[in-house]
T-cell receptor, first 110, second 114 residues
């Protein structure tokens, strides 16, 4: 079945550092891909999404490109802030079957 | 206005009790879900439900049952609570029509079974 694998955390960075969180997926067809963010004590919020190959999702300085050839959807941000500290989930949706990765905890230190 | 709301936010109860968690969405969505998030933040789908079909994750014990009084509500009822049921439970919803849709999550209910 479909699945999502993302890099294990925790990830600790200094403010203004470059962020990459890797995500790869397996799917039978052509899923939509998502990144969700969960801030401490809150529910999941959609960060960005891409619905077809080569689409780039972007929001709040975060970007991810749907790479069909490598089945990847890596999350990047050029300069992280303390307020970006959260758990990030990669996810795919194929035929209304949403699968989440295990989550990656990011801590950004001032 | 909150799009997907859950009550209560925190629930502490004894083993063996029966409890319910309520979920409401005001987005007009057709499909609703329940997820369980364990202490390691791993999210697991428990149920998905629309007005046509209930899909149950086969690993969910039958002590858990979703109840939908109407399209905007999907409550989670849990019988004979066990210690291992302690987790954060998230409700979510999405439009039915497209598999490209994201899901909108509620704030979560932290259940602690003593």
């Amino acid at each position: 079945g479909d699945s999502v694998t993302q890099m294990e955390g925790p990830v600790t960075l200094s403010e203004e550092a470059f962020l990459t969180i890797n995500c790869t997926y397996t799917a039978t067809g052509y899923p939509s891909l998502f990144w969700y963010v969960q801030y401490p004590g809150e529910g999941l919020q959609l960060l960005l999404k891409a619905t077809k190959a080569d689409d780039k999702g972007s929001n709040k300085g975060f970007e991810a490109t749907y790479r069909k050839e490598t089945t990847s959807f890596h999350l990047e941000k050029g300069s992280v802030q303390v307020s970006d500290s959260a758990v990030y989930f990669c996810a795919l949706n194929e035929n209304d079957d949403m699968r989440f990765g295990a989550g990656t905890r990011l801590t950004v230190k001032p | 206005d909150t799009a997907v709301s859950q009550t209560p936010k925190y629930l502490v109860t004894q083993m063996g009790n029966d409890k319910s968690i309520k979920c409401e969405q005001n987005l007009g969505h057709d499909t609703m879900y329940w997820y369980k998030q364990d202490s390691k933040k791993f999210l697991k789908i428990m149920f998905s439900y629309n007005n046509k079909e209930l899909i149950i994750n086969e690993t969910v014990p039958n002590r858990f049952s979703p109840k939908s009084p109407d399209k905007a509500h999907l409550n989670l009822h849990i019988n004979s609570l066990e210690l291992g049921d302690s987790a954060v439970y998230f409700c979510a919803s999405s439009p039915e029509t497209s598999f490209h849709n994201e899901q909108f999550f509620g704030p979560g209910t932290r259940l602690t079974v003593l």
